[in-house]
């Protein structure tokens, strides 16, 4: 057959169905392109392999995109996962997607724990419970890949403790997390290769300086011209400056057992991904974005890595082996090492005072929380004790009235005998200020005498409880309230 229709192109030229050959390379040149294109842009598959079963992975932002795509993996591979999630456990959507990860992971070993990076407070709770746990607890991996942005020409936005939210959940809340970690880290054993994992974007490159006071205040300087891209490259940056500092205060540490630092800080750049936050600033989050982002598709497809390929960086950045040696603080981008673009990354004295003034800038923040949350207690308890004297009254005012119904009802008849008796037919009008509200309620809450003689009543409904008779008889030796 394919002989046959060669032999007639031969002799008889192409036939006339056969579509025009230019416009027939064109085509196929067109197709190269594009497949060579999205080949380029897909970047490199991680090619490192390590046992994972039985570490122990904390993660933040596990639930979507890149975080997700690398929580699959890990968990495919036997990791045991403790995903930070902003939603309680209890959340219906959050338990379905842990349900859905162990039956596509095949591994049950895959937990949440909600932590709210935009809180310190909810930062502080999980941390102090984390490292309170004795014996230490196992820990192998902390995988930070939660964040956020505001998309293009958004309004800058404040965390409910007055922190400018990306500059919280992108750097605040992991410096804080890794601070109150650091002991649990540190104290893990030598032959435990302990990594921690902090995924970048090369916006870091075109980010502003950390000067001091826009770190102090949260970024509250900006309050004029603050700008969203500005404002997440600045998060990252200081997230990659911060990542380098911890890793020299980890080497600065001194085992009880004289060996070397086994855990190292690794940032990565996972290149850019069709992921929800890439989608929000893309679509500059409006429908007709969306719509735009829909009829243009095609583009978004080709240029950006789906969340599973800007994944194998990361996952490289977990699994390679010669990561776990030599010196922490290393950037992977591509599943291979590459320098930092910028100096001041590795600047101490940024990273000094970018650390000190972080410190304080939480210790404030805690400080003016706690006592807001003091207060609310109070309040609270106020309320809660203004509630409870309410019921009493209300409860004396219905044994009063029910009192005053049965007395009336006597002094009526009294009455009426009086009247019949003296002609004058005006009831007496009782006042139950005349009688001890306490009095009342002890006398009415006694449970009824037949409790004693074993009738239909329990005690313990009316809150007493069984005693003993005194020096009671042997006869009389029944339960007294
Ligand atoms: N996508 C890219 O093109 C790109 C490029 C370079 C670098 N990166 C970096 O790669 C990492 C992952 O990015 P991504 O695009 O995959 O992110 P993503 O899909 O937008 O997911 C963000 C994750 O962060 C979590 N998160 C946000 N706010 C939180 C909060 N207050 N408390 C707890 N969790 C919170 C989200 O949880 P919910 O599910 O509850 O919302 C979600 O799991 C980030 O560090 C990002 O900077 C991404």
Redesign the pocket.
Same mark, same amino acid.
């Given at each position: 057959m394919p002989l046959q229709f060669l032999a007639s192109v031969y002799f008889d030229g192409l036939p006339p169905w056969f579509p025009d050959p230019m416009r027939l390379l064109r085509a196929m040149t067109t197709l190269t392109a594009v497949v060579l294109t999205k080949w380029y842009a897909s970047g490199r598959v991680n090619l490192s392999e390590r046992n994972m079963h039985g570490r122990v992975v904390l993660m933040?932002?596990? $639930?979507?995109?890149?975080?997700?795509a690398t929580a699959l993996e890990l968990a495919r591979r036997g990791a045991q996962l403790v995903l930070?999630?902003?939603?309680p456990p209890s959340d219906p959507f959050l338990v379905e997607y842990v349900d859905d990860l162990r039956a596509r992971s095949g591994n049950r070993m895959i937990y949440a724990e909600q932590?709210?990076?935009?809180d310190l407070y909810s930062v502080r709770q999980f941390a102090t419970r984390w490292i309170d746990n004795a014996p230490p607890r196992r820990l192998d991996m902390v995988v !930070?890949?939660?964040?956020?942005l505001v998309p293009p020409g958004g309004e800058r936005v404040e965390t409910a403790e007055g922190v400018e939210l990306t500059w919280m959940?992108?750097f605040l809340a992991n410096f804080h997390l890794l601070g109150i970690l650091s002991p649990a880290i540190r104290a893990q054993p030598f032959d435990r290769e302990v990594r921690i994992i902090v995924? $970048?974007?090369?916006s870091y490159i075109a980010s502003p300086k950390l000067d001091e006071e826009a770190v102090v205040t949260g970024g509250r300087d900006d309050l004029e011209d603050w700008v969203p891209g500005r404002a997440y490259a600045r998060s990252?940056l200081a997230m990659m400056v911060f990542a380098k500092a911890y890793q020299k205060h980890l080497d600065a540490y001194k085992r009880p057992d004289e060996l070397p630092m086994n855990a190292r800080v690794v940032l990565v750049?996972?290149? !850019?991904?069709r992921?929800?936050?890439?989608r929000r600033w893309l679509t500059r989050g409006s429908l007709w974005g969306l719509l735009l982002y829909l009829v243009f598709y095609f583009f978004a497809w080709l240029f950006?890595k789906s969340?599973h390929m800007?994944a194998q960086s990361v996952l490289y950045a977990a699994m390679d082996g010669s990561l776990g040696r030599g010196a922490g603080g290393r950037l992977i981008k591509e599943c291979m090492e590459v320098d930092c673009a910028r100096k001041d990354v590795d600047d101490e004295e940024v990273a000094k005072k970018l650390w000190e003034s972080s410190d304080r800038l939480i210790e404030r923040v805690e400080k003016e929380q706690a006592v807001k949350r003091a207060r609310a207690k109070k309040e609270q308890e106020k309320k809660e004790q203004e509630a409870k004297e309410a019921a009493q009254v209300q409860e004396i005012e219905a044994l009063v009235g029910a009192i005053k119904k049965g007395k009336s009802k006597e002094a009526s008849k009294k009455n009426t005998k009086k009247a019949e008796f003296t002609g004058n037919t005006q009831p007496e009008l009782f006042n139950p200020s005349h009688c001890h509200p306490v009095f009342f309620t002890a006398k009415l809450r006694r449970p009824p005498f037949n409790v004693l003689s074993g009738a239909q009543l329990s005690p313990v409904a009316y809150g007493y409880v069984y005693q003993d008779a005194p020096g009671g008889s042997k006869k009389s030796a029944g339960p007294r309230l």
């Amino acid at each position: 057959m394919p002989l046959q229709f060669l032999a007639s192109v031969y002799f008889d030229g192409l036939p006339p169905w056969f579509p025009d050959p230019m416009r027939l390379l064109r085509a196929m040149t067109t197709l190269t392109a594009v497949v060579l294109t999205k080949w380029y842009a897909s970047g490199r598959v991680n090619l490192s392999e390590r046992n994972m079963h039985g570490r122990v992975v904390l993660m933040t932002g596990g $639930t979507s995109g890149i975080g997700a795509a690398t929580a699959l993996e890990l968990a495919r591979r036997g990791a045991q996962l403790v995903l930070l999630t902003r939603q309680p456990p209890s959340d219906p959507f959050l338990v379905e997607y842990v349900d859905d990860l162990r039956a596509r992971s095949g591994n049950r070993m895959i937990y949440a724990e909600q932590v709210d990076l935009a809180d310190l407070y909810s930062v502080r709770q999980f941390a102090t419970r984390w490292i309170d746990n004795a014996p230490p607890r196992r820990l192998d991996m902390v995988v !930070l890949c939660a964040s956020t942005l505001v998309p293009p020409g958004g309004e800058r936005v404040e965390t409910a403790e007055g922190v400018e939210l990306t500059w919280m959940v992108n750097f605040l809340a992991n410096f804080h997390l890794l601070g109150i970690l650091s002991p649990a880290i540190r104290a893990q054993p030598f032959d435990r290769e302990v990594r921690i994992i902090v995924p $970048t974007c090369s916006s870091y490159i075109a980010s502003p300086k950390l000067d001091e006071e826009a770190v102090v205040t949260g970024g509250r300087d900006d309050l004029e011209d603050w700008v969203p891209g500005r404002a997440y490259a600045r998060s990252k940056l200081a997230m990659m400056v911060f990542a380098k500092a911890y890793q020299k205060h980890l080497d600065a540490y001194k085992r009880p057992d004289e060996l070397p630092m086994n855990a190292r800080v690794v940032l990565v750049d996972p290149g !850019l991904a069709r992921t929800v936050s890439m989608r929000r600033w893309l679509t500059r989050g409006s429908l007709w974005g969306l719509l735009l982002y829909l009829v243009f598709y095609f583009f978004a497809w080709l240029f950006l890595k789906s969340p599973h390929m800007a994944a194998q960086s990361v996952l490289y950045a977990a699994m390679d082996g010669s990561l776990g040696r030599g010196a922490g603080g290393r950037l992977i981008k591509e599943c291979m090492e590459v320098d930092c673009a910028r100096k001041d990354v590795d600047d101490e004295e940024v990273a000094k005072k970018l650390w000190e003034s972080s410190d304080r800038l939480i210790e404030r923040v805690e400080k003016e929380q706690a006592v807001k949350r003091a207060r609310a207690k109070k309040e609270q308890e106020k309320k809660e004790q203004e509630a409870k004297e309410a019921a009493q009254v209300q409860e004396i005012e219905a044994l009063v009235g029910a009192i005053k119904k049965g007395k009336s009802k006597e002094a009526s008849k009294k009455n009426t005998k009086k009247a019949e008796f003296t002609g004058n037919t005006q009831p007496e009008l009782f006042n139950p200020s005349h009688c001890h509200p306490v009095f009342f309620t002890a006398k009415l809450r006694r449970p009824p005498f037949n409790v004693l003689s074993g009738a239909q009543l329990s005690p313990v409904a009316y809150g007493y409880v069984y005693q003993d008779a005194p020096g009671g008889s042997k006869k009389s030796a029944g339960p007294r309230l």
